[in-house]
């Protein structure tokens, strides 16, 4: 019998140390949407000047994702999001003092690799030590956490806009980078990674402390040990016919998380309402706040019903919201006049379903899906090749979001992302699985018996 005492808080603490991450995200991802309407009056910004500054931090990303994995597969989970957090606070550091354009890039590129570690490592981190019938809804913290920084963002934003004082927004994401680092010294390492790399004893005495008095540790660390056993972790395995649906699941939701046009709404929210005639820059602030308002509720609302209604659902209701929204931008902007009232409420109202469809569904259970998909011995390596697609097609839809504007107008490309959105839904329908209350090794044990993608969770 184990003489490590269960600490019934100390998973909470985990999740929300970890969590801090997804904060960070966020937080920076979101405070450009603002800074940038101060950036373009200093520097006399062109439309690809504009493009440029965003897609640093997108392009940033997309490298840390993609060549991360067999970081995190040997130095570990908690120590790599300890880099990060160093990482994170010198990108703010560095935006919030740059004097040219180039070192603003620069900056934002730091800030973009920082966003691209965290946006894999820690729900992969939460994944691996939470309870499998909790894993959604902790795993969904991270994404509450996400959107949590998006709205802080606005905030920041929306009280430093009456001095233009940009170089603070950037500047104030120094705070939650320092509280990351201090948090991450009193967390453990996943026991995963800790039984992969010989060290079953910590793995044992952690999951005692994490799991109910009632759990079967042994199992647990039985189940973990199998699937090591079996495995081994390079780039053969990805071409290995039984691990195909998994790929097909895990860089499909990857690429639809951000098909379906999130990101033009949290880069460039504020840029759109000044489209549609909203001159006073606080007033465009206080729009920008509104929707990360929106997503947070929503979130929120999310969290408790993807362990509950399960993925498939939420991911279904999500599309069609998205989808139809769109489809009445589009429909908006054709006809309605630009400066008038009408349309700028119109924009708002479905621009809020938009914002609450992605909320329940893609924000969330984007991440857990990616998470669940892969077998532990290649999850590292996966899973960051995966948020590498996330950034990599993020990157591609803001780089290119400005002049399909000019080529299409808006309307146009809002029908574009609608029909985008349909592709999404028709793609959950039929090869996203339901891994509500299935363990990853069992999800991972139907992928070695040849089960379809949609029936991985079976």
Not at 154 to 178: H, K, Q, T
Not at 318 to 342: N, Y
Request: charge should be neutral; glycine fraction near 8%; charged fraction near 10%.
């Amino acid at each position: 019998m184990s003489l490590i005492k269960h600490n019934k808080y100390l998973i909470y603490w985990i999740v929300f140390v970890a969590a801090l991450s997804g904060l960070l995200l966020g937080f920076d991802t979101g405070v450009i949407s603002g800074a940038i309407l101060f950036i373009n009056k200093e520097f006399q910004l062109s439309a690809f000047g504009t493009s440029l500054i965003i897609s640093s931090t997108l392009f940033g990303a997309c490298i840390s994702a993609t060549i991360s994995g067999r970081v995190v597969d040997y130095c570990g989970r908690r120590h790599l999001m300890m880099f990060n957090a160093i990482l994170f606070f010198c990108g703010a550091l560095s935006s919030s003092l740059v004097s040219t354009v180039q070192l603003l890039i620069i900056s934002r590129t730091i800030v973009g690799f920082a966003i691209g570690i965290s946006s894999y490592v820690a729900p992969l981190y939460i994944s691996e030590l939470a309870p499998f019938r909790k894993r959604g809804i902790m795993v969904g913290f991270n994404q509450l956490f996400i959107i949590t920084g998006i709205f802080i963002s606005y905030m920041v934003n929306y009280i430093f806009s009456f001095g233009e004082y940009w170089r603070l927004m950037f500047g104030m994401g120094m705070v939650p980078a320092i509280m990351l680092f201090i948090g991450l010294l009193f967390v453990p390492e996943s026991p995963r990674w800790l039984v992969t790399n010989d060290q079953e004893h910590l793995a044992r005495d952690i999951l005692n402390m994490i799991r109910e008095p009632y759990s079967n540790v042994e199992l647990e660390l039985f189940e973990i040990k199998e699937s090591i056993s079996e495995q081994r972790s390079d780039w053969r395995m990805f071409f290995k016919s039984w691990l195909f649906p998994a790929a097909i699941v895990g860089f499909g939701i990857a690429a639809f998380q951000q098909l379906v046009g999130i990101n033009i709404f949290v880069y460039y929210g504020s840029t759109l309402f000044t489209f549609v005639g909203v001159e006073q820059t606080s007033s465009v602030m206080l729009a920008s706040l509104g929707m990360g308002a929106v997503l947070l509720l929503f979130t929120i609302i999310a969290l408790p019903l993807i362990d509950s209604w399960g993925r498939r659902p939420l991911l279904l209701l999500g599309s069609t919201g998205m989808m139809l929204s769109l489809l009445m931008l589009s429909i908006t902007f054709e006809f309605l006049q630009k400066d008038s009232v009408l349309l700028t409420w119109f924009l708002f109202i479905n621009v809020i379903i938009y914002l609450a469809s992605f909320a329940i569904s893609f924000g969330p259970i984007g991440w857990l899906i990616i998470s669940e998909m892969f077998p532990l011995r290649i999850r590292g390596l996966a899973t960051s090749l995966a948020t590498g697609t996330i950034w990599g097609v993020n990157l591609l839809v803001i780089f290119t979001f400005l002049p399909l504007m000019r080529l299409m107008q808006l309307g146009g490309v809002f029908l574009l992302y609608s029909i985008l959105c349909f592709l999404s839904l028709f793609f959950v329908y039929f090869l996203v699985p339901e891994t509500r209350n299935v363990s990853l090794e069992h999800i991972e044990t139907n992928l070695r018996f040849g089960k379809k993608s949609r029936e991985l969770g079976e």
